[in-house]
């Protein structure tokens, strides 16, 4: 959004705070930097099923602790946790993402 | 009095203007989307997640699919099929979880689209209006490309990569090979639908013939160089089917050029080889609904937006999946489940006339060389200064060389999970 000019009244002025709140709502949920949370988590489906529950051999991640989450997904970036495929992905992800994926899957239900 | 704002909140101003009056204030979505329909074309691997994701992220959207066949039946794990891994019915899928998820889904085939009308002919009679075409057409054959392999020669030489009934033609024959003989596979130029699948079949053949007719042989005339994945084929092939596999490359005299069905013999740019089972995989073009629609190029490919998948030719109508160019994504089925994810909210957000976010996606391809070996390329994607979807560096990459048998072993696995999860991602 653009600076409220210098000596602009009153009515613009919340006009523009009002837009601002509006679009941020619309906009969908946006991390500090990098993707759109939901955007970035969708990928994840492929291998660990919808919404993080996974039918078969790959682990869920649903319902995990975000602490945990950020730790796998830092440990398997850095080589530091060996992985088939997921230090592959993770370097990829800024620490920003790393965030949001930790706090976005451990908001998700397990499956029953 | 003006309000002096800088260009893009001006811009931003006018659209809250036009939401406000078009339905009162937030939350806009539900009622701007709820008279909206989108229609998907194509039930499979783009298609049918696309369909899912639209109604994740706007329940209130109709959103409907057509599929001309009643289930749909997938290429991952049809080599499976072919070599008797596993039977057709573990890789066929049925539309009841999409209409239970509220997707209508349509059996038809779209057989005209207008796109100043924004509508769609079916085969049956109905004509569909939409605000949105999704279309995942998937691929055709090219006519001609190879002198002689025309519908009728794909019976006697199956090129099983559509699945389906082609799928349990190959397979049959395979099976009713005599010990000692020759599996050909005729592999195509760049590109094409899934660029290790040539070389996982060759691989599974290879095991069911080491088991049951272990005389035999598999010979790979290739129209290409080099392949998907090829050093770490050939290091697995060397370890499980010693001398078993033969791959000739382009300049070595792979080129098939023409076959003559009747006997089954595949002539390339030097010599003729006759076959006792011969799998042609032909040169390929995205689907016939988007080529006859004139929304492909010369090379047959179609031509989109990489941050909405809109088509570069026709307004509102969105392609995904094996029949575009997407940049330095392969043609596989998680590349067309991850575009589909990106298209439907870039529809969504388009629909409510905001700006599309920008896209994540990634590709995973996993390979069997048997039953327990297993094989993957990653990689990760953004779109670059240009606009154009390209790999992320540093990240991404093969299965390492040399693994032990237990990685192997594990990515096998992770193989069968990859299906079961991405099945239940697109069909629920």
């Known amino acids: ?112 | 009095m003006s309000l002096d704002l800088p260009e893009h909140s001006r811009r931003d101003l006018l659209k809250l203007a036009v939401l406000t009056a078009a339905g009162g204030m937030l939350p806009a979505s539900a009622s701007s989307l709820s008279a909206a329909r989108v229609v998907v074309v194509g039930g499979g691997f783009g298609g049918a997640t696309c369909a899912r994701y639209l109604r994740r992220l706007a329940p209130e959207l109709s959103v409907l699919l057509i599929e001309r066949n009643r289930q749909f039946v997938t290429c991952p794990f049809s080599n499976g099929v072919i070599s008797g891994l596993t039977e057709l019915d573990s890789i066929t899928h049925g539309f009841d979880g999409l209409r239970r998820f509220g997707v209508d889904v349509v059996q038809d085939e779209v057989t005209g689209i207008d796109p100043g009308q924004r509508q769609v002919a079916l085969a049956g009679g109905d004509v569909l209006t939409y605000d949105r075409l999704v279309l995942s057409p998937g691929i055709a054959f090219k006519q001609d490309a190879i002198d002689g392999y025309d519908q009728a020669a794909m019976s006697r030489m199956p090129h099983a990569w559509k699945a389906g009934p082609q799928t349990s033609l190959l397979r049959s024959q395979l099976e009713s090979m005599d010990d000692g003989g020759v599996f050909v596979i005729a592999a195509p130029a760049n590109p094409f639908r899934c660029p290790p699948g040539p070389y996982e079949r060759a691989s599974l053949v290879a095991a069911y013939l080491q088991r049951h007719k272990p005389r035999s042989k598999v010979l790979i005339l290739d129209q290409k160089d080099g392949f998907s994945k090829a050093g770490l084929f050939r290091e697995g092939w060397d370890r499980l089917y010693p001398g078993m596999i033969e791959w000739v490359g382009f300049s070595d005299g792979g080129n098939v050029v023409s076959v003559d069905p009747k006997r089954l013999v595949l002539i390339t740019d030097f010599e003729e080889f006759r076959a006792d089972v011969a799998n042609v995989i032909p040169p390929q073009s995205c689907g016939k609904v988007a080529l006859a629609a004139g929304l492909a190029d010369d090379t047959g490919w179609c031509e989109v937006n990489h941050g909405t998948f809109e088509s570069s030719v026709a307004p509102n109508i969105h392609i995904i999946g094996d029949a575009i160019f997407a940049g330095a994504m392969p043609k596989s089925g998680t590349s067309a489940n991850s575009q589909a994810k990106v298209c439907a909210r870039a529809v969504v957000a388009l629909l409510l006339g905001e700006e599309p976010a920008e896209p994540a996606l990634l590709n995973i391809c996993y390979s069997l060389l048997s039953e327990s070996y297993g094989i993957s390329t990653a990689a990760v994607f953004r779109i670059d200064a240009s606009g154009e979807i390209a790999t992320v560096p540093d990240a991404g990459g093969l299965s390492p060389s040399n693994a032990s048998n237990a990685f192997r072993q594990l990515e096998a696995e992770y193989a069968r999970g990859w299906y079961a999860s991405i099945t239940a991602d697109m069909y629920g």
């Open chain 1, 1 to 112: 959004m653009g600076r409220i000019r210098h000596g602009s009244v009153t009515k613009p002025a919340i006009c523009q705070a009002g837009l601002i709140l509006l679009l941020a709502c619309l906009a969908g949920k946006p991390g500090a930097e990098g993707i759109p949370t939901s955007g970035l988590a969708d990928a994840c489906a492929v291998c660990h099923g919808p919404d993080g529950n996974s039918p078969a051999s790959i682990p869920s991640i649903a319902a995990l602790e975000t602490d945990e989450l950020r730790q796998l997904l830092l440990s398997f970036r850095s080589g530091e946790l060996d992985s088939t495929v997921m230090t592959r992905f993770a370097r990829a992800l800024t620490d920003a993402e790393i965030e949001q994926l930790a706090k976005h899957f451990s908001q998700l239900p397990a499956a029953e």
